[in-house]
């Protein structure tokens, strides 16, 4: 596998037990001393071109991208094009390997839209590397589905599409599963589950396997790192806290202005996501028949990157399929 871009840096400290995936472990350095985020990086399978296209996924929250690994490795298998990358970016302090110093770089009140701040540097970074016209699909899942929007808001012209897996866009607080949970994200909660993390490092991997029966070991290893990191926990938890405050009224004109380059996949049942489902539906899908919004089957849960990657990668695949064939602009242009 070649050298990394330059706008990334090598992370060397690759997660115990991982599949054997052709992605690269790096990290990311923010701007205004925020420190590093982890990403994966799949290159394009001729290496001695630049990509054409890129996927960028924005996970959900915990923002880890190693839950990802299957999910977007099978998308980039997938590509017929040799010049097709993915990036994958966590959530700003969110991955234990990474341990950013100084808690006074950002408020807690600013642990959501600080991840949107993050990914637009990122994408920056992207832009400016690439001297030719990149086609770029951003991919957010639950969460990361409402980044992914601000991102499009902010860089409509870069983005080429965005696809809103298990979308909590909406008045996340009022969701079934926002209503049972949110005390947990208050700040002397979190405090407390945070502390639990000393805990955790010495739990053994039997426990942890019987209450998460089927979960893969790479999955389960990737839990375990994160629990055990008071950091880590405390960050995804604050993050938490400021979704159910920030994450309100459905954004409608934003979802009207740019419908052409979205695509929705909703799950049968998710606890995460409220009525206004249906509203987006109507509007978006009337007849119930449109290809870029798909129903989930059931049996596959908001969490789909433990075990039901491969089926989510299979839809994702179709909607790439979809698309027009990309033309770069030619050089004389």
């Known amino acids: 596998m070649g050298p990394l871009p330059s706008f990334l840096q090598p992370l060397e400290n690759s997660p115990k037990n991982s599949p054997d995936i052709p992605c690269q472990n790096a990290q990311f350095t923010q701007i205004a001393s925020l420190g590093s985020s982890h990403v994966l990086w799949w ?19 915990p923002g880890l991208v190693d839950f990802y690994r299957p999910f977007l490795s099978e ?26 110093k100084g808690d006074a770089r950002y408020r807690p ?32 899942h639950s969460v990361g589905s409402w980044i992914s929007l601000q991102v499009l808001k902010a860089l409509p012209d870069a983005i080429t599409a965005v696809f809103l897996l298990f979308p909590t866009i909406s008045n996340i607080g009022d969701t079934p599963n926002g209503r049972l949970l949110s005390p947990i994200f208050l700040p002397l909660s979190r405090s407390i589950l945070s502390s639990l993390s000393i805990l955790a490092k010495h739990l053994p991997d039997r426990v942890l396997s019987i209450l998460h029966s089927g979960w893969p070991a790479h999955q389960l290893r990737v839990l375990q790192e994160f629990i055990s ?42 606890g995460w996501v ?8 109507q509007t978006f899908d009337p007849s119930k ?10 049996g596959i849960p908001h969490a789909f990157c433990i075990n039901h990657g491969e089926i989510l990668a299979k839809h994702c695949c179709e909607w790439l399929d979809a698309m027009p064939v990309y033309k770069p602009p030619s050089s004389n242009s």
């Open 75 to 100: 998308i980039h298998a997938n590509q017929a094009s040799s010049n097709f990358a993915v990036i994958a970016k966590a959530h700003l302090d969110h991955y234990p390997g990474i341990q950013n």
């Open 274 to 281: 409220g009525k206004e489902r249906e509203t987006l539906l």
């Open 109 to 140: 009140e600013e642990s959501l839209t600080i991840q949107v701040q993050s990914s637009l540097e990122l994408l920056g970074a992207i832009t400016s590397f690439y001297t030719k016209k990149l086609r770029i699909i951003i991919v957010g």
């Open 229 to 270: 990191s008071r950091g880590s926990v405390m960050a995804s938890l604050s993050m938490a806290h400021e979704e159910m405050k920030a994450i309100l009224a459905l954004d409608t004109i934003l979802l009207e202005n740019h419908k052409d380059k979205l695509y929705f996949y909703y799950a049968e049942l998710d």
């Open 43 to 61: 290159p394009p399978s001729n290496e001695n071109c630049d990509p054409d296209t890129l996927l960028y996924f924005i996970p959900g929250n």
């Open 289 to 298: 028949h449109s290809t870029r919004i798909m129903h989930g089957t059931s």
